[in-house]
Every structure is written in C-alpha cells, then in structure tokens.
C-alpha cells in the first residue's frame, strides 16, 4: 500500500506538471498571436507609409517647380522679357522629370498694357522627347482667364509662393488624361499679377496606388477629402469626380461593414490633401495566425497525451522495486551499520536520495579531511578572484601615450580596482580617422556577476558603436543589456564622440556622475546634462543627444562614484564640491598630472580607510586644432565667421535634402519674410546641385556648408573639386531666340539677381563660393 500510494502521489505530480505545460503552452500561443496581429498591422502601415511618401516625393518635387517658376516670373515681368519668360518656362520645366507642362500666365494687361493675355509654356513632347514651347495655339486667342484650373488657382491664392492644388481634372487638350496642377501667385507691389502652373499626369500613380493588395479581397480607395472628390473606388458604384458622400461607409473610420463584411481601413493623407485608404476583410487579415493556433492545439493535445501515457509506464516499471531495496538498506543505516551503502543505481530521485545516504556516511567518517578540504577551496577562490580581477584590469586601454601620431589631443585613463572585483570600466578608440569615441562606466554590485556584466557592456558598446550616434549605440546596448537580466543589474554610463576637424562632443548621459569641463584659461565647472535611465532597467529607452564644442586648451574629466563616495573613517565622503575644489586648486600640464593629483588627494582623505569601490577617472585635453587660416594663401581675404555653423556631404544630388533641411532649420529661428526665406533656398538649392554635377569626375568628393545668421545670412560652399569660377561666366543673352541659346546660365544669373552679394575664391585647392542675404 506504501508503494502503491507514492507511486499514485508521483502520478498525481507528472498530471499537475503536464497540465501546467500546456497552459504555459497556451499563453504562449497567445502571446504570440497577439505580436503577430500588431506585426501584421505594422506592416501594412509601413507598406501605406512608404507608397505615399513616394508621391509626396513627387508632390514636394512639383511644389518647388511652382515656386521657381514664381521668381522667374517675377524677373520676367521686371525685365519685360517675352524671350526670358520662355527661357524660365523651358529650364524650369527640364527640372521636373515627372511633370508633363509648366509656365506662368498674367492677368489681364498685367505684363503689358496693350496685352490682355499674356502667358509662357512649355510641355514635355514625348514625341521628340524634349521639352519646348507650346505653339499649338495662339496665346490672344487662347481665353485661360476663365478655364477652370486658372480660376480656381486665383481664386485660392492669397500670398507669394504660396502653393495650391487643383482638383483633378480630365485634359481636354488632346491627352484626355486625369490631370491635377500645382499652381502659386507671382506678386509685384502687393498686387497678384500672373499665376505659375505646373501639370501632372497622375493616371500611373493612380494605377500604382489602387494595386495595393495586402489580402485577396483587399481594395483601395482614393480620394480629395477636402474637395469631395473621389478619384479611384474600387467595390462601389462611385465615378471620378462624384462626391465622397456617395461612398457607403464612413471613410475615417477604422472598422466598418460593407456588403456584410468586416473591414479595418487603414489610411493616410498625403501632402497635397489626397487621402490614400485601403480597406482589407478583418478575417484576412489574420487567417494565416489563426490557422497556425488550430495546428499548434492539435500537437499540445496529443503530444499531451502521449506524454501522460509515457509516465505512467515509466512509474510502473522504475519506481516499485527501487522502493523496496530503499527501504530495507535504511533500516540497516538505522541499526548504525556506517559501511551500509544502499544499493540503488537507478539515477531518479530515489537514486539520488540513496547517493545522499551514502555520502552522509562517508562525511561522518572523514570530517576532518573536508574541514581541510573547505580551507583549501576558499585559498583556491580567493586566488581566482584576484586572477580575474588581474584580467579585468587588463581589457582597458593601458598603453599611453595611446596615439602618438595624433597631436590634435591628450587622453590619459586609470582604473584602480577595489579589494573585491567590481564592474567599472572606460574605453576609448576611433571609428574612423576623425571620430574618437570615449566611454566610462559603473556596473552595478560587485563580484564575478558585476564583473561579465562589465565585459558584456563593454563588448556591446564597442561593437555598436560604428556607424552609430551615442544615442543609437545606447539604446541599442540597453535593448540587448535587458535581454535575460534576471539579477537586475544595471550600468551607469557615459558616451561621447569627439569629432576633432569640428571640435564638437555628442555625448548621452545614462545616469552617470556628471563630468567636469574646463574651458582654455576658465575653472572645471560641472557639465550640465540631463542624466537618462541607467542601461539594463527598462528596454526601449529613448536617450537623447547633447553637444559642446571642445577648444584648445579645454580639458574634460570623467569619473565613477568611486571618487566622490570615498570615505576616510568618520564615514565622511569626498564629494562633489571637494573634487571640483582639488581640480581648481591644481596646476596641471596634462590629464596624467590630473588624475595623480586627485587620486593623491582621495589618498589623503580617506587617511588610511579601505577602498570600497573602483575608482575610475579619464580626462581628455584638447591641444592643437588646425586653425582655417593657416590654409589661406597670401594676398588673399576671406571673412572668417567664428560662429559658422556647418554639414559636410558627398556631392551628389542625393544629399540635397539633407542640405536643405541643415539650411532650413538655420533659417526657422529667424523671423524672415516668407519670400526672402525662399530666395536663400532656391539659391542654396542651385548652388549645391551644380557643385553635385559638375565639380567632380567619377571619382566623387566632398562638399562643405557653412551658414551664419547675425545682422545678415551668410552661407559659404567649399569643395576641392576642378577650379570652376561661376562669376566670370557671361550673363545668358535675353535678346537671342530661345533656340539660338545654349541650355544653362540662367542659374547663376537668378543667383546674383536674388543675393545681395556673391564672391568666388581658389584657396589651397579648394572653390570657395560665398553668398551673402542682408536681413530687411
């Protein structure tokens, strides 16, 4: 009956721990039901989001061309040139590869009084494939005052380079393709004088976008919400151009039923008011889980099932007789026969529990030899711990001088272990030849855990570190530092990259001391950043970036708690406000000079206490940073702005954007008229295309630009490609036909036009280009 119970009670506990597999089973499943979902419904977002962000491409493309053809306007009204006008019509549209015409048309007798009409054209003509001038009708004749896409553009015009879009409109010219224009007011004293357009065929867009197919059932709807129109529906009875009242379900919201089906829709507005929105069967969206979850219960089932039969033949066979051998060996053990060993071999817990017996009578007999053994064992620990900690100390950098080809800085580091191995650390080294990345950092607790935890942390930040900002790199650490953290450990770090042609540090303070920065001939004051989230704690912390400019003669100096909780035996602490004293109070001709004396001076203070923590200090002093001027030849005079703020790119025409947003986010802390902010960048924008096509070969380059905002905008491009002087080319001849004139030069002609002043030098190898806007 005793066997017959135990083995009934072991039964019982394989039931229990089945059953609680397969509930753990269960929850996983769905947990991962559940990120499934989310990832579907993220992925058909990214998919909506990357379709309308190739439009608005083309929509800000487009705007531009809008605006260009504005200003050229302009200086065609003032110049009272036919000839120009037709220039700016072709050039203007020869820069928009997706748009099919282009040109600006006046108001009556507003070019000239003897004129009512007055406009200027050009069109792609796809069968010469060239863009020309629209000669196909007779501008007197041709009454664009009162066409539909002229009217509604004035009418919703109400500033200068403001753009408006038309609803899309069937062309009637011949093409009958679906059209919209983009259209923008050209402005002489105040008073509206000519409108620009610029026409895009959107029939392939159109058939790109409603071939969005997530599901088999899915379908698209386009449409303009602001001007109740619809452009494509699938599924429904609705025309283009009927109103989106005809649409039989509420286009912004995110669920809704049609024909007896459940959709989701999801949708998003592109930049000129167009709202893209597909609609996919909610069963579809998810057959592919929920077909997965039917699987995955028919193998727990019988997988269960097996498993239950399987134990139970297991029990039966492995549990009775070892029980009766037990339990006779033990009563010998009871008697006090020591030299008793139970003879169970089996190797589940009964044989365990007949090891235990066995070994309890071996340590009975030989008490004296593993008390010996015990001494022995903690020697052997205590000898491997300060193996390790000898290790540790090794995987910093320790070599100094640690660049002696480089005289841009000094850097100088220590670490100087506690009695029990811990987990602070620095690191310093280049990702690439101008870019120096430097780390301190304290791990949490001590021991061995502390000290992997320091080795992992390290690893990781060096390894993400290239090709990443402090901010990327430490949430990238963090994310992985988080993965399996079952002791809670944590890590306070400092990151920083020094970039030394610029002089700028971006760093991320995760919860580390804050450092000390001394300024050329200034005091070591406190660096006032904002201290994130320690790293390991919680995943998908966001950090944040800070940036100072380091100068020659300035000195930085990080550190651990280990200096500032140092204490002597009045349980006192060094302290903040005493390292800030013991900084100030030194002459120092080095970093090495300066991490002695503070070292001495934690010495001093602690009067012989024992050190409870690491003590980790690294101090970075900037020395000789090239001076501009140096390169300068003689007998030449470039104005130096000391407060130039720049973004060096390759030079090519797929770094524009990145310029003009560098440009633009100088420009919005000005309150500059909206015209004026738009001269600088159209100027920018042509100044840095030509440098991207034409100053170097195959090969490629570099190009540098620099702005500055005091009492006027100056912004200078500096490149090393082949010597290229634009102000000695001669002005475009207004007068010669257009056919007569080469393509090009009008660029630097609106250029010149628009900024206040323009200046070109050859220094050193380089084009340096300089425009100047004085502010009204």
Not at 100 to 125: C, H, L, N
Not at 203 to 227: A, G, R, W
Request: glycine share 6%; proline share 3%; aromatic share 12%.
């Amino acid at each position: 009956m005793v066997i017959y119970s135990i083995r009934t009670k072991i039964l019982v506990i394989v039931l229990v721990f089945l059953s609680l597999i397969g509930t753990a089973f269960i929850f996983y499943s769905l947990a991962t039901t559940v990120s499934y979902k989310r990832l579907r419904i993220e992925s058909i977002q990214k998919t909506l989001e990357f379709e309308t962000e190739k439009v608005n491409k083309v929509i800000a493309e487009l705007e531009r061309g809008s605006v260009f053809y504005s200003i050229g306007g302009q200086l065609c009204f003032e110049e009272q040139s036919e000839t120009l006008g037709e220039k700016f019509a072709v050039e203007g549209l020869s820069g928009l590869p997706d748009a099919v015409g282009g040109g600006f048309w006046f108001e009556p007798y507003a070019f000239k009084s003897d004129k009512q009409r007055a406009g200027f054209y050009a069109f792609y003509d796809k069968t010469m494939e060239t863009v020309r001038i629209d000669d196909t009708f007779v501008m007197d004749q041709y009454d664009y005052h009162n066409r539909g896409w002229y009217r509604e553009i004035i009418d919703n015009i109400t500033e200068p380079y403001q753009v408006f879009w038309t609803k899309p409109y069937v062309d009637d010219s011949g093409s009958f393709s679906l059209m919209t224009t983009a259209g923008s007011g050209i402005y002489s004293n105040e008073r509206l004088i000519a409108v620009t357009t610029v026409d895009w065929e959107i029939d392939e867009v159109i058939s790109q976008l409603i071939e969005i197919n997530p599901t088999e059932n899915s379908f698209v709807l386009l449409c303009v919400p602001e001007k109740d129109y619809i452009i494509s529906s699938i599924y429904t009875d609705s025309f283009i151009g009927d109103s989106i009242q005809s649409i039989p379900w509420d286009i912004n919201s995110d669920y809704f039923t049609h024909n007896g089906i459940n959709y989701m829709r999801f949708g998003r507005y592109m930049n000129n008011g167009w709202l893209l929105s597909i609609q996919i069967p909610e069963n579809e969206i998810f057959a592919d889980v929920e077909k997965q979850n039917r699987l995955f219960s028919v193998i727990i089932e019988i997988s269960f099932v097996a498993m239950l039969l399987l134990a139970y033949l297991l029990i039966s066979r492995f549990i009775n007789t070892p029980l009766k051998h037990l339990t006779y060996d033990v009563a010998q053990l009871g008697l006090g026969n020591l030299d008793m060993k139970l003879k169970v071999d089996s190797k589940d817990e009964l044989g365990q529990l007949a090891k235990t017996f066995n070994k309890m009578t071996i340590d009975l007999k030989k008490s004296i030899e593993e008390n010996a053994r015990d001494r022995e064992e903690k020697k052997r620990i205590s000898t491997e711990l300060a193996v390790a900690k000898e290790i540790q100390a090794s995987m910093l950098p320790s070599t100094f001088p640690a660049f002696p080809e480089r005289n841009e800085f000094d850097i100088y580091a220590t670490m100087i272990p506690a009695k029990e191995i811990g987990g602070d650390f620095y690191d310093f080294y280049f990702i690439d030849k101008d870019n120096l990345v430097v780390v301190i950092a304290d791990v949490s607790g001590k021991g061995i855990p502390a000290s992997l935890f320091m080795v992992n942390t390290k690893t990781l930040i060096n390894n993400f570190s290239t090709g990443k900002s402090p901010k990327e790199a430490l949430e990238s650490v963090n994310n992985k530092l988080c993965e399996n953290n079952d002791s809670c450990i944590f890590v306070t770090a400092f990151m920083g990259i020094y970039n030394i042609p610029t002089g700028k540090f971006t760093f991320v303070n995760a919860g580390h001391n804050p450092p000390l920065l001394k300024k050329h001939k200034g005091n070591f004051e406190y660096l006032n950043t904002k201290q994130y989230i320690v790293l390991a704690i919680e995943k998908d912390t966001v950090y944040n970036e800070e940036e100072i400019y380091l100068e020659e003669g300035d000195t930085l100096y990080l550190y651990t708690d280990g200096i500032t909780e140092a204490m002597n035996k009045k349980k006192e602490l060094f302290g903040e406000d005493r390292l800030k004293e013991t900084l100030n109070t030194g002459k120092f001709s080095s970093p090495k000079d300066i991490l002695i004396n503070v070292k001495r001076e934690v010495d001093n203070f602690a009067d012989g206490a024992e050190q409870a923590d690491d003590i980790t200090m690294l101090s970075l002093q900037i020395k000789n940073i090239k001076k501009d001027s140096e390169e300068i030849e003689e007998n030449t005079e470039i104005e130096t702005v000391d407060s130039m703020k720049k973004i060096t790119v390759e030079a090519s025409a797929n770094n524009l954007q990145k310029v003009m947003e560098f440009i633009k986010s100088e420009l919005v802390d000005y309150n500059f008229p909206f015209g004026l902010r738009h001269e600088i960048e159209i100027a920018v924008e042509e100044v840095f295309t030509n440098i991207a096509y034409y100053a170097y070969g195959k090969e490629g380059g570099k190009t540098t630009v620099a702005i500055s905002n005091n009492d006027k905008t100056v912004i200078m491009f500096e490149d090393t490609g082949r010597p290229f002087n634009p102000l000695e080319q001669p002005p475009p001849d207004l007068e010669k036909p257009l056919t007569d004139r080469e393509i090009g030069g009008l660029g630097v002609y609106m250029i010149r036009n628009m900024m206040d002043k323009v200046e070109y030098s050859r220094i050193s190898g380089k084009n340096i280009l300089k425009i100047t806007k004085n502010h009204p």
